[in-house]
């Protein structure tokens, strides 16, 4: 199994370019969730989905979309990029709300 | 609003001691707690969970503990090698199976020096 997988691993924006990040799990996990990481803030979540076409917000969702059409996939999409939006995202997974996440490697997003 | 503190921020000893990383949480309602391994570069490990019934959790040289009354957890790590060098994470899930939120605390750096 490859696990979580996430790409691209280092992307560049301008202001207000849109882009998605992608994410994928082959572990047949239903849970699956996008999380932010950013110095001296932790991990916080951006949006979390508890199956195939069911997605909710997390803490931080502006400026954020998600969709859900498979198990296997997770886009993140950003629809106009803004500066406060440079972080590192991370993509997890797990079986069920109550077990173990696994995390891809993350994406190191910069907006300029 | 739950908020997750670890303490130290970061913390250095030298190979082959033993130590303990703390995790505080304000709300005890909590249904698990999960400690995690981040290396530089890397996404996240999960090292182990305990759910909100436990005390503690053990694999190999790590043991996990948690008093949710007190709103705390401890990660041991017994005889320590430069490999455990990395940021360890701790966070609770408040929701159950119900979601998949985790509130995260902000880490504790550890360095093994050889």
């Known amino acids: 199994n490859a696990g979580v997988t996430q790409t691209p691993k280092f992307q560049v924006l301008k202001t207000g370019q849109s882009m998605t990040l992608q994410c994928a799990q082959d572990?047949?996990?239903?849970?699956m969730s996008w999380y932010r990481q950013d110095p001296g803030m932790g991990l916080r979540l951006i949006h979390y989905s508890v199956g195939a076409g069911i997605t909710d917000q997390g803490e931080v969702p502006n400026g954020y979309n998600v969709s859900r059409s498979t198990t296997e996939d997770f886009p993140l999409r950003l629809l106009s990029a803004a500066p406060s939006q440079t972080s590192v995202y991370f993509c997890a997974s797990s079986p069920t709300g109550l077990e173990k996440q696994f995390f891809g490697p993350g994406t190191r997003l910069t907006v300029l | 609003k739950q908020e997750v503190t670890q303490i130290p921020a970061a913390l250095s000893v030298p190979e082959g001691e033993n130590l303990v990383l703390n995790c505080s949480f304000t709300d005890s309602a909590i249904y698990n707690l999960q400690w995690f391994r981040q290396d530089p570069g890397k996404g996240l490990t999960s090292l182990l969970l305990i759910q909100s019934s436990q005390r503690e959790q053990t694999s190999g040289r790590l043991n996990a503990s948690l008093d949710k009354s007190s709103g705390r957890s401890t990660l041991y790590i017994a005889a320590s090698q430069p490999g455990d060098s990395a940021t360890y994470l701790c966070?609770?899930?408040?929701?159950?199976?119900?979601?998949?939120?985790?509130?995260f605390g902000t880490g504790t750096l550890l360095a093994v020096q050889p």
């Open positions: 572990m047949n996990h239903e849970y």
């Open positions: 966070a609770v899930d408040l929701y159950g199976g119900a979601t998949n939120k985790l509130i």
